[in-house]
């Protein structure tokens, strides 16, 4: 199910989630889980987000992991070799590879932290999370990010479930199908207030 705009918009836009309040200690970050089927619909949904953030004035710093991912990989001088082992190599391999090359706590997230002190921004949003897997696991970057990150809220738009379960505690699943991201200290903005 696509999330409603106008509640995404109402909530970012609230001084409660620009200002971090109510968040009892927490980091500021928040997913924004929608159906893996309706991924062209949410990226529509989310250039339109954008573009009314920016018309009341809110900056947004957006971050496509996928985009940001070849950047690196150009940046050290790796992406035409990898294109050219891909024919070679196995898929394993490949990702066993793109997980070294892409790690975020050594890579991929030094990378955004560039970008968040580049930038002036509101609210970071993520994105590009279905793109990255299985070679980035946004759980990991979730973490990675918790030590970068804390001074604005970030969303993370995640293509699956992020669910909260008193037996097994919290998990972002995706696609809806992987059950194995454990990750606890974000919000589902589909459950806040503006």
Known sequence: MIPDISHLFNVISSRRFLEKKA?????PFYVCAYSPQEAVDMERLQRQLLNRLEQAGVKVLDINLYDLSIEILKERGIWAQ??????SVSKDQLKELLQGVLDPEAHLVPAIAIKLAKSDFDVLFISGVGAVFPYIRSHNVLNNLQSTAK???TL?????TYEHCQESGASLDLFGKLHDDKYYRA????????
């Open 23 to 27: 968040l009892n200690g927490e980091i």
């Open 82 to 87: 990898l294109l050219d082992m891909e024919k």
């Open 151 to 153: 001074e604005k809220p």
């Open 156 to 160: 993370m738009f995640f293509p699956g």
């Open 187 to 194: 919000f589902d903005i589909s459950h806040c207030e503006a």
